[in-house]
């Protein structure tokens, strides 16, 4: 079974501040990990995934994440906060379904408020 | 990348009647899923659509309350049966192609009064 643990519901930074949005993951396989960003009234858009290789991963908008696979942990972060970031984070760990195909498991989101 | 259009965005309907909600893709996925996500939480996955076959359901979710279908690679619909307000959430579809990457729609608001 996987699962996601994602600490802090809700986190305030000042906008140029850093971003730190935390992320446990439980896998009995290798993970594969996503950060996905909700803003209001709008679907889920991928910020960035993690699958193999370079555990520093680049996303969107100024975001990374590293996986580390010691600590269990793939924590979001961008070095100086906007106002357009406010929105809500999930993390998400998938597994392998038939095929090539993945389900997801999310964690139970974070919600980010950028303070002027 | 593909592109997920829902239909209706939002609605708000009496107890005790059905709501069925579209999913359309432009281009051919694998797979689709149906998420609810209830106020102030995160995405609980319903269950997963394949084209051809029944779809799959997670703990907690029946085919009877829940009926999917998936006619082909591009569309699929979830109907939510007999609505309480207890069934009031926001209903997402997602799909793949077989990568890693899900993507996903624009939500469905449904209140049941």
């Known amino acids: 079974a996987q699962s996601v643990t994602q600490l802090g519901s809700h986190v305030s930074v000042s906008e140029g501040a850093l971003v730190l949005l935390r992320c446990n993951y439980s896998s009995s396989v290798p993970p594969y990990l996503f950060w996905y960003v909700q803003y209001p009234n709008q679907g889920l858009q991928l910020l960035l995934k993690?699958?193999?290789?370079?555990?520093l991963v680049k996303g969107i908008n100024g975001f990374e994440a590293e996986f580390k696979k010691s600590e269990t942990s793939f924590h979001l972060t961008k070095p100086s906060a906007h106002m357009s970031d406010a929105a809500e984070y999930f993390c998400?760990?998938?597994?392998?379904?038939?095929?090539?195909?993945?389900?997801?498991?999310f964690g139970s989101g974070t919600q980010l408020t950028v303070l002027p | 990348s593909a592109v997920i259009s829902q239909k209706p965005s939002r609605d708000i309907c009496q107890r005790g009647t059905s709501l069925t909600i579209q999913c359309q893709v432009d281009s051919q996925v694998t797979m689709m899923f149906w998420y609810r996500q209830q106020p102030g939480q995160s995405l609980t996955l319903i269950a997963t659509?394949?084209?051809?076959?029944?779809?799959?359901?997670e703990s907690g979710f029946v085919i009877d309350k829940f009926p999917i279908s998936r006619p082909n690679l591009t569309f699929s619909t979830l109907t939510v049966s007999n609505m309480s307000p207890e069934d009031s959430s926001i209903y997402l579809c997602?799909?793949?192609?077989?990568?890693?990457?899900?993507?996903f729609g624009p939500g469905t608001r449904l209140t049941v009064l």
């Open positions: 997602s799909g793949t192609s077989g990568g890693n990457e899900q993507f």
């Open positions: 659509a394949n084209q051809g076959s029944e779809a799959t359901y």
């Open positions: 998400a760990v998938s597994r392998a379904l038939s095929g090539s195909a993945r389900q997801l498991t």
């Open positions: 993690y699958t193999t290789g370079a555990t």
